[in-house]
């Protein structure tokens, strides 16, 4: 009892007061009876043992008699067995080993307890402060590792970090790249007349100003009408109509007083593959300098649009899934080298409306090679002509070809030895199943060239190969 006086005492000197005896009592006495030297009896220890003790049956060899005779020997026991510590009138109380019951000659002197080791108050407050300490520096250091910028409140704000600067530049032959090259070469066009007023696209071919752009866009305005260019830095500049076709739906303006300008340059529309990446630039609905990335998804597609006067233009085509929209007419097609491959015209439209109907990946750009040619003679002649092969075709027959109605006397067609029922199925390695694409074949091909047709008679259905040299200029 020393130790505990001991730090009851130094307990008593941090806290007083009978309500702090008390509790501190309590505490440190030794909840163990046969070790409290102050409430340790005998009958203590019986009381407080005796409904376990009589739980349990009799372990091991009772041990010898000591301080009590006993009356008989354990039912069952062998004779010369010790007697068990029963008191009197305690009959059936079993027998319980010799670490319960002093045995004969064993030293009955308990040996001297170890004093327990304590702690004051003081130290025990001491170490806790420490524990404290040395948790609240971990929590320290993960809060500076983890939320320099916090203000300790463990919170980081997107919008208190400065913004991510661009590490990268645009890499050769990227849509960024090409937009970059292509923009300034490419204007916007606004086309007034009295009845109407349109919006398109072109592409700037001179530095004086030569503006391709499909026809449709500039309708109209040869007769009083007004036309004005914006750049791609937004200047705007008046421009003069040059000259148009109809069928072909190609035209070229040219912008006044024009020096020194930016001009797109012609890539070769027939080395083009299915696949090839492409993007489309103008001005949709009036968004200037747009640009859109798509695929070539086919080629030589005959292509019919309708104009407003009724007049209609029949191109052979370059499909794209590049976005295209009103007001993307006239602009370029390009590769990812820059170069004009083609110039936007037509789209294919789920909308019956001529003026809600807008990109469903159904594009067709005019194949620059065509374009070119036909633009030359704009420019130079202020009309275009077409190979011919001097033939009329049958609209609307119920032939899988083009179904040949007349033959012009001394054209080509007639030298040929090509007849009035003919059924042209192939020219050179192109398949023919109607009128139109014959047309727009033939149209794509150049002056006084020679080509092979493969012809079926409609009478009596026997097929040859014709060779046929197209007109010149």
Known sequence: MEAFTNLTASIQNHESGPAARKVILETMTNPYPHNNEANSTPDNETSSFEPVRS??????????QTTQPSSSPAPGAPEGSGTDKRQAGDPGTPAWTSWDTDATGMDTTQPERKQKKTVGLGTALALMVVGSVATGSIVG????????????????????????????SAEPGSAEQVADQVLPSVVSIQALTRNSASEGSGSIISSDG?????????????QNGVLQVTMSDGSSYEADFIAGDVSTDIAVIKIRNATDLPMINFGDSDSLAVGQEVLAVGSPLGLSSTVTSGIVSALNRPVRASGDGGESSLIDAIQTDAAIN??????????MEGNLIGMNSVIASISSGTDTGGSIGLGFAIPANFAKRVATQLIETGV?????IGVTLANGANVSGALIASVQDGGPGAAAGLKPGDVVTMLNDRVIDSADALIAAVRSQDFGETVTLTVTAQDTSQTRQVEVTLTSE
Do not use: K
């Open 55 to 64: 739980a349990y049956p009799s372990w091991g060899t009772p041990p010898p």
């Open 210 to 222: 030569f503006v391709m752009t499909n026809n449709h866009v500039v309708a109209g305005v040869e």
């Open 326 to 335: 009103p007001g993307n007419s006239g602009g370029p097609l390009v590769d």
């Open 141 to 168: 250091v993960a809060s500076t590792q983890f939320g320099d910028d916090t203000g300790g409140s463990g919170v980081i704000n997107a919008l208190d970090q400065p913004s991510a600067q661009r590490s990268v």
């Open 384 to 388: 275009a002509t077409q190979p011919m």
